[in-house]
C-alpha cells in the first residue's frame, strides 16, 4: 500500500504505519523488530498503535524515522487512510496542512510535543471532514 501525502512538504523523516491482523502478535513482532534495530517508544501517546522508532536514535532522544505498528482494518488504521487520501484529493488542504506544519516548525524547532499538539485541531477537523463525504 502507497501511503504518501503528494502535496506537502515534510521535515526529513520517514513514517512507516504498518498493519498487522492483532496487536496481540506484538510479542512476535517487537522482538524481530528489535533484531534489526528498530524498538517501541517510551512514550505511546496513539491509542490502538504502537509507535517505534531506530533505537540508534534514542540516545539523541531525536528521531527521524518511525514505524506506528496498528491493527489492519482498525480505527486509528482508518484514520491514517481517509486523512491521507483528503489531503491528495484535495490540494489546498494539504497546502494549508503543509503552511501549519511549517509555521510550527519555525516556532517549535526544538519541541516535537509542541510542533505536534499544534497539529492536533487541524488534524481533528480535517478528518471530521474525510469521514463526511
Known sequence: MKS??????AKPD???AVGVKSLDTLGKILP????IGIGPMKQQSLP???LCAIISEGDSGVHSQYIHVIEYGSTPWQDY?????YMNAFPHKAAE???LKTSLAERFPNDRKAYKAG?????ERTLADAMSI
Open 14 to 16: 520517514m513514517v512507516i
Open 4 to 9: 504518501v501525502l503528494k502535496h506537502i512538504k
Open 81 to 85: 487512510i481517509a486523512f491521507r487520501d
Open 97 to 99: 496542512y503543509e503552511g
Open 32 to 35: 524481530r523488530l528489535r533484531d
Open 48 to 50: 490502538g498503535t504502537v
Open 119 to 123: 497539529k492536533v485541531a487541524f488534524f
